[in-house]
């Protein structure tokens, strides 16, 4: 298998580039936490919403967790295209979770309808990413535990193009000339389109969602979507769709097979697509995602985590099994090994970069990523934004109209 040879210093210093220190320290005792001599500790079972993909990576941690403090931990499986929501439904009325796995972006929607609690972490941590960290943070406090640092990138075929593009318009040049079936290949939804997976090729536009502050916080109150440079990027699109670029019939599953099957030299996606690309013995590379506008690239950078319900009915176990369980080495490692994320824990994923080059690539194209943007205001930009963009992919109306709109639209929803 071929992969890029770069320098794992790259990401190493993003992530060892300052922790954040807390002050507090977590529940629970001993280095592995938990206390089971305590004989009146709270054994009331803890419940974990997990989707079906990180469920068989937390089994052991909880039966160790039960082993050493005869708490159980019920491991519920979830469809993860709703379980944001039915946690802010369900946790006021005691039928949620202790605890939820969950990208970060959700957090503020979290914090303002009061369904999490924050941990104190102390010690621990140290031994994370501070991006990782900084993501799981909101108006000064803690929320989660960070397990995950997440972003897209471009992975080539070796056999069909034999090295890397200068620019979006050689990708599609070479792709062409691969004489594959389809030049370029992207996941997209045919009822929602997909932001997050084209968003490197907006920001390549320099157009984004919402103003950065100094700090690299968002302003929820400068929508800047509508602007000349995301009217750039819709004039693009429709352009894209009309010459079979972008499909809107091609999603996740469709654009993984057909670049599994070589029918296209060049697939944009994220890391939990590389074990079966592998698997099918392509020879690869990940690289960065050529700009289309004459600015970079940047992708969404995401970050998975684990969070404490607000009406979490073992409040203690469940800090204990999330800061003190959660954050171990091994733990982390698994969870890479179902996912193949680059961890967020600093020495779980210098192990996984050492014998994984993928993760190495993926980590240091995430360097230059957008951070997601974590505001509640962000629940509300999803769906216009998408329809707009598959809107122009299937080459509907004009798209300064179609894009303003979509501005306006989640303008008016926002406030």
């Known amino acids: 298998m071929k992969v890029n040879k770069k320098s794992v210093l790259g990401f190493g210093a993003l992530i060892a580039g300052g922790a954040l220190v807390l002050s507090g320290c977590a529940s629970g005792g001993g280095d592995n936490g938990g206390d089971s001599g305590n004989e009146n500790a709270d054994t009331t079972p803890i419940t974990v919403w997990v989707d079906i993909e ?14 050493e403090t005869g708490v159980e931990v019920k491991l519920v499986t979830k ?38 609690a924050p941990l104190e972490l102390g010690d621990v941590a140290d031994g994370f990413a501070e991006a990782a960290l900084q993501a799981m943070t909101y108006d000064g406090k803690v929320y989660g535990v960070p397990y995950s640092i997440e972003n897209v990138a471009l992975v080539r075929n070796t056999d069909l193009v034999a090295e890397p593009a200068e620019s979006f318009d050689d990708v ?14 992207v996941g997209l939804s045919p009822e929602q389109g997909d932001p997050y997976h084209l968003y490197p090729l907006q920001t390549s536009f320099g157009s984004q969602v919402f103003a950065q502050n100094a700090d690299g916080s968002y302003d929820a109150s400068q929508l800047v979507l509508g602007d000349e440079a995301g009217v750039e990027f819709a004039t693009a699109l429709k352009q894209w769709g009309a010459e079979g670029i972008l499909n809107a019939n091609i999603d996740g599953d469709r654009a993984r097979e057909f670049f599994i099957a ?59 099994f999330i800061v003190n ?5 091994d733990a982390q490692l698994s969870l890479f090994e179902v996912g193949g994320r680059p961890p967020a824990l600093i020495s779980a994923y210098e192990t996984a970069a050492a014998d994984d080059p993928d993760v190495q690539a993926f980590g240091e194209i995430g360097q230059t990523g957008a951070p997601m943007p974590a505001i509640p205001e962000m629940g509300a930009v999803w769906s216009d934004w998408g329809n707009a963009e598959l809107q122009l992919i299937k080459g509907e109306g004009d798209p300064a109209q179609v894009w303003q709109t979509a501005a306006e639209n989640i303008q008016s929803k926002i406030g």
């Open 79 to 116: 469809d993860f295209a709703t379980v944001d929501q039915d946690f802010i439904s369900q946790v006021p009325t005691g039928k949620g979770p202790d605890v939820i796995v969950s990208p970060h972006d959700k957090l503020g929607a979290y914090v303002s309808a009061g369904v999490v």
């Open 262 to 320: 070589g029918k296209s030299p060049y697939y944009l996606t994220g890391p939990w697509n590389i074990p079966a690309i592998s698997e099918a013995g392509i020879n690869y590379a990940i690289d960065p995602l050529p700009s289309a506008g004459g600015e970079e690239a940047r992708p969404f950078v995401g970050v998975n985590g684990f969070f404490l319900s607000s009406k979490s009915e073992n409040a203690l176990a469940a800090t204990d």
């Open 172 to 185: 599609i040049a070479n792709g062409r000339a691969a004489g594959t079936e389809y030049p370029f290949l």
């Open 325 to 329: 369980y959660l954050s171990t080495e």
């Open 54 to 67: 990180r469920k068989p990576a937390l089994e052991d941690v909880a039966a160790s967790f039960t082993e």
